[in-house]
């Protein structure tokens, strides 16, 4: 079955950098467009940036140039560098395929918590 496993969140003050991770599986990852997503508390879950399967890659106003999205296809795996982090990007970070074709099922999600 689809299985998503995020890893890679935690607790950094504004301005430090956090790297996160998304192994997937049960899917042929290397064909689908693929996305981070986020929800903070009380909000809804969000799509933040994505990444087609040819790599181009598309990102929410909030995160550009401060967000970088990667995939390694061989491993099945997407990634996500966060730098210049801000107390508004404290939320659950998620991975899931991206618009149309999100799976229904997903991962535990990686907290991300930015404060001094």
């Known amino acids: 079955q689809v299985q998503f496993v995020e890893s890679g969140g935690g607790s950094v003050q504004p301005g430090g950098s956090l790297r996160l991770s998304c192994a997937a599986s049960g899917f042929a990852f290397r064909f689908y467009a693929m996305g981070w997503y986020r929800q903070a508390p009380g909000k809804q879950r969000e799509l933040v940036v994505g990444?087609?399967?040819?790599?181009?890659?598309t990102y929410a106003d909030s995160v550009k140039g401060r967000f970088t999205i990667s995939r390694d296809n061989a491993k099945n795996t997407m990634y996500l560098q966060m730098n210049s982090l801000k107390p508004e990007d404290t939320a659950v970070y998620y991975c899931n395929a991206a618009g149309g074709d999100k799976f229904a099922s997903w991962g535990q999600g990686t907290q991300v918590t930015v404060s001094s």
């Open positions: 990444i087609t399967s040819g790599g181009i890659t």
